[in-house]
């Protein structure tokens, strides 16, 4: 049981690069979201999705993009990196209604820009 | 004034002992409240989930909420060193899905 799965587990960007991290559920969740965690600051909130082809911000969308075209999938998309978005990355996914707060998460990116 | 605020410790125990962890949060609307463990370079996995206020048993564990003070609690009882991690709280608006506010974690170490 994959659960959620992020990849890479680690990567090193320059500054001005682009990279996409990868997100893939297996347990048929339709909400999906990206957290990134900063030491000593907890989780705070990119991007969500509640279901294919609908995304919305969080509460620091801005350096970033994402995509919903499948239930599975949940790309984050970093453009022109900055040292500002060195930190590690969680995707998450949770059922939604009743259970929808009950969000399990992926293993975490580590990213650091240079 | 952060959302949810939370001692980020450490906090140093013997093995067997009880521990307390606390967070305080502000927004009197949050309706879902949780308890995340952290072990380090993983990701959190939910431990506890409590909607609106009461106590919750699972074990060992005890999640205590209190709406009137704004008050979140966490209790370890008979610790272990492999519940050394780091604790997050998060809370959530009702029907929010996984949009949860998170403190900023207590890193929590149980001596053998």
């Known amino acids: 049981n994959a659960g959620v799965t992020q990849t890479p587990k680690f990567r090193i960007l320059k500054i001005g690069q682009s990279m996409t991290l990868q997100c893939a559920q297996d347990m048929n969740h339709n909400y999906m979201y990206w957290y990134r965690q900063d030491p000593g600051m907890g989780l705070k909130l990119i991007y969500y999705?509640?279901?294919?082809?609908?995304?919305d911000k969080g509460e620091v969308p801005n350096g970033y993009n994402v995509s919903r075209s499948t239930t599975e999938d949940f790309p984050l998309r970093l453009e022109l990196a900055a040292p500002s978005q060195t930190s590690v990355y969680f995707c998450a996914s949770s059922p939604g209604g009743g259970k929808g707060n009950t969000i399990y998460f992926g293993e975490g990116s580590w990213l650091t820009v240079v | 004034q952060k959302e949810v605020e939370q001692d980020p410790g450490p906090l140093s125990v013997p093995e067997g002992a009880i521990v307390s962890l606390n967070c305080t949060y502000s927004?009197?609307?949050?309706?879902?409240f949780m308890w995340y463990r952290q072990y380090s370079r993983k990701g959190p996995e939910l431990l506890m989930y409590?909607?609106?206020?009461g106590n919750k048993e699972d074990g060992r564990f005890t999640a205590q909420v209190d709406k009137s003070s704004k008050y979140i609690s966490l209790f370890i009882r008979d610790s272990q060193p492999s519940d050394s991690a780091t604790y997050l709280c998060a809370s959530s608006l009702y029907n929010q899905g996984g949009k949860l506010i998170f403190g900023q974690g207590t890193e929590l170490s149980v001596k053998p």
């Open positions: 409590t909607y609106s206020s």
């Open positions: 999705s509640v279901g294919a082809g609908i995304t």
């Open positions: 927004n009197s609307a949050f309706q879902y």
